[in-house]
């Protein structure tokens, strides 16, 4: 089971206010998780990983984010306190591992990059093996040469790059990144159902540029939840009271801090919305946030009753669903288009 966070700002945020200051921080939910309870692997220990860019575009740095990566547990990573209170970032991923496809090493730790393009995920390709050949068959020679570790998501980042109408370029619209995720999704189930797989996949991925941000959460069954994926949204993020307790702040309409994460970062309940299951959310340089629905055989609409029957024992087994009810889903927007892939 693994985890990340995501944060986009209208201001940078400092990294401690979200890897290592919140009581409920990703990285004490490595050790200490409140909501998804993992009986396998209660600890995520095997290594965790953060990207941010910069807050002010520098010519000789280039565009590309920044990306520090550790074997060691997180929270015993004194490199990662030292880091957290000196960066400023206004887009940040967070990323802690543990291990269930690939070995305990640097190059398997998230988030993965290309270029400007960023890219984490949370999950499992079901019986990964049986596909791998398919999805390295199908890539050119420089993508596949940019994989460097043994993990199925590093080699989803490859095939998502494969998607893309040009990898290196200098910027992507939220529609680009938007159809290469729904295309990697449709590709992945492709493979899947041509080498008659059968378990489900938890496609939780998340992938941005520098100024637009998608993630999905999404599995290919039409019975079973996704793993847990909640957002939130508001004018400031802030500790409150003392011992780490922080909240979301909403002083107006404004949207000047988005947050996705696998598990809320505080305990207030109003400042979290679950995303339904098989629903993609997209976040604009503009700020603007859409929930758009991501409609292939394994979608359920809400009006359809087995929306509500979906079962958690599957996702819940693997430390990655949070309990029922917990918070409250995000209702869908009118306005949002709906998604066929």
């Given amino acids: 089971m693994c985890r990340f966070v995501i944060y986009k700002g209208t201001s940078p945020v400092q990294l401690s ?64 306190i030292r880091l957290a209170e000196k960066i400023k970032s206004p887009l940040v991923f967070g990323h802690v591992r543990a291990t269930t ?37 199908g890539l050119t020679d420089e993508i596949f040469n940019t994989v ?48 008659g797989i059968t378990e489900p996949s938890l496609m939780n991925f998340c992938v941005t540029d520098g100024e637009s941000v998608v993630a999905t959460r999404y599995i290919s069954s ?20 003392t011992g780490g307790h922080y909240k979301m702040t909403k002083a107006d309409k404004r949207e000047n801090i988005i947050m996705i994460a696998s598990e809320p970062l505080t305990f207030e309940k109003a400042d979290w919305m679950e995303i339904r299951t098989n629903n993609m ?32 024992d599957f996702a819940a087994a693997k430390g990655l669903l949070s309990p029922r009810n917990s918070l409250a889903p995000v209702q869908g927007r009118e306005s949002a288009p709906q998604i066929v892939i």
Avoid at 44 to 61: P, Q, R
Avoid at 102 to 130: Q, R, W
Avoid at 281 to 310: C, E, G, H, W
């Fill in 17 to 80: 206010h979200l890897l290592t200051r919140p009581c409920h921080s990703i990285i004490n939910q490595a050790f200490d998780s409140r909501l998804r309870l993992d009986r396998r692997r209660p600890i995520n220990g095997d290594g965790f990983g953060v990207g941010w860019y910069d807050t002010v575009y520098d010519e000789e740095l280039g565009s590309q984010p920044c990306i520090f990566t550790s074997v060691t547990p997180a929270w015993n990573n004194a490199n990662l």
């Fill in 101 to 137: 496809a690939g070995s305990l090493s640097l190059d398997n730790c998230h988030p993965f990059v290309f270029g400007k393009v960023m890219f984490m995920h949370n999950g499992g390709i079901a019986e990964f093996h049986l596909i791998k050949r398919k999805l390295q068959s």
């Fill in 148 to 195: 460097q570790g043994n993990t199925d998501s590093e080699w989803a980042f490859a095939l998502f790059l494969s998607k893309l109408p040009n990898p290196h370029a200098k910027s992507f619209t939220p529609k680009i990144l938007q159809q290469a995720m729904l295309d990697t999704i449709a590709a992945l189930n492709s493979y899947a159902e041509e080498a």
């Fill in 222 to 241: 039409r019975r079973d939840e996704a793993a847990s994926l909640w957002f939130s949204s508001g004018t400031t993020f802030s500790e409150y009271t």
């Fill in 281 to 312: 959310v997209v976040i604009t340089p503009k700020m603007n946030v859409l929930q758009i629905p991501i409609i292939d055989k394994f979608y359920v609409s809400p009006s359809d009753p087995a929306a509500l029957n979906r079962g958690t």
